[in-house]
């Protein structure tokens, strides 16, 4: 598993350093980012970029979304972002809103977005995190925040991070469920979805769910297949969708609450990069012929498409289709 991770790990750096450098700016500004809390139930609520539904409309990145959950015992929260100026933000609105410590947090990945604030939460929270995750930061914590400093730039707060542990892992396939008191709250690993260890947290009276990464944001953004596993990946999000009833609120990792059916445009395009890259390889195609060939024109819109499709996806389907 840890080598899955590293691979995970050196390609979001190809890739993130290529966009990064076309752009000349990071993709988000972390010093810029203001949140804004959204209630979706009693006691439930998602947070994300005040301009997160601007930018998605547009197809452009969305800086990262996450949430929290009041029980009568405290407040769990879902990913505590990249800096310490962002987790105040989240810590502020749990604050305003519930006036209740926070008992526990959840890092939906090991991506430092989701997961750096943890070193400035309360001492009393519980952290919980997928063994992978653990896995990761206890092996590659500086390399992942070098990699972190190259896309999203230097002091944004990223130098003073330094790793937290979990106070409580789930392992690969598992479960649990915490109780805030009044508040259920399932997380969940559905199997692979991105890039290993990926967590999705589910509140049932709201029937919210927060996805993390495996689920940037609405279309037209498309899933990342960081680390190659095309069929897994697309048997995974199958799963979350089979989950969800259709009146389900859902937290992606990076915008504003969608429905379950958006859900939909996901799977369907990694079911058209799957069978166009299957057609390719029975036909004797190379991997390069074959991202000249998938092009896919009904998945457009996305500003990162042009790198995200030809330079990730469909060079990993190809690779993993290979391998069956």
């Given at each position: 598993m840890k080598r899955t991770i590293i691979s995970a790990a050196l390609i979001a750096t190809s890739i993130f350093g290529s966009t990064a450098a076309f752009a000349n700016e990071p993709v988000w500004d972390a010093n810029r980012v203001q949140l804004i809390s959204e209630k979706l139930g009693e006691g439930v609520y998602a947070y994300y970029p005040s301009d997160a539904k601007e930018l998605e409309n547009k197809g452009l990145p969305v800086a990262t979304s996450g949430g929290f959950?009041?029980?009568e015992k405290g407040v769990m929260i879902i990913d505590t972002m990249l800096n310490e100026r962002l987790n105040k933000q989240v810590q502020d609105m749990?604050?305003?809103?519930?006036?209740?410590?926070?008992?526990?947090?959840?890092?939906?990945?090991?991506?430092?977005?989701?997961s750096y604030g943890n070193m400035y939460l309360p001492k009393e929270t519980k952290i919980i995190q997928h063994q992978v995750t653990q896995n990761y930061?206890?092996?590659?914590?500086?390399?992942?925040?070098?990699?972190?400093?190259q896309n999203f730039g230097k002091g944004r707060g990223i130098?003073?991070?330094?790793?937290?542990?979990?106070?409580?892992l789930i392992s690969t396939g598992g479960s649990i469920t915490v109780d805030l008191g009044g508040k259920l709250v399932d997380i969940m690993d559905f199997g692979f979805a991105q890039t290993g260890?990926?967590?999705?947290?589910?509140?049932a009276e709201s029937k919210t769910m927060w996805t993390g990464?495996?689920?940037?944001?609405?279309?037209?953004?498309?899933?990342?297949l960081l680390d190659g596993h095309l069929l897994e990946t697309l048997d995974s999000l199958k799963k979350v969708r089979a989950f969800l009833p259709d009146d389900a609120n859902v937290?992606?990792?990076?915008?504003s609450p969608m429905t379950s059916a958006d859900i939909q445009w996901h799977i369907d395009y990694l079911e058209a990069v799957k069978t166009q890259v299957q057609v390719a390889i029975d036909?004797?195609?190379?991997?390069?012929?074959?991202v000249a060939k998938v092009q896919l024109p009904e998945f457009t819109g996305y500003a990162l498409r042009d790198w995200v499709h030809p330079a990730l996806n469909v060079p990993a389907a190809y690779r993993d289709l290979s391998a069956k």
């Open positions: 959950i009041v029980g749990v604050k305003t809103e519930a006036g209740k410590p926070i008992v526990y947090a959840v890092n939906t990945s090991f991506h430092g977005d989701h930061i206890d092996t590659h914590f500086e390399h992942d925040t070098q990699f972190m400093m130098e003073d991070i330094t790793p937290t542990d979990a106070d409580i260890g990926d967590l999705f947290v589910w509140e990464n495996p689920i940037i944001t609405v279309k037209p953004s498309l899933p990342w937290v992606p990792g990076h915008g036909d004797g195609l190379t991997l390069k012929e074959t």
